[in-house]
């Protein structure tokens, strides 16, 4: 999504984009906001999914120690 700020004319957030030292903004809409939303999502679950895996394992391990 790159970097947020609030726009210096209406306050609302924006993405900020500078090429050759002129910065741009453009305003973040609903549907951008909702794309991020959901691809952090997606990487949350896999993340999760990988922790409980990782956890089964651990378990698995300390049983086999004792």
């Known amino acids: 999504m790159g970097k947020v700020e609030a726009c ?15 910065i741009t ?8 906001a909702f794309k991020k939303i959901g691809q952090l999502k997606t990487a949350m679950q896999k993340f999760k999914a990988k922790a409980e895996q990782l956890e089964k394992e651990l378990k698995g391990l300390k049983s086999n120690k004792n």
């Open 8 to 22: 210096p004319k209406c306050g609302s957030k924006s993405q900020i984009k500078e090429k050759d030292g002129i």
């Open 25 to 32: 903004y453009k305003a973040v809409q609903d549907k951008d």
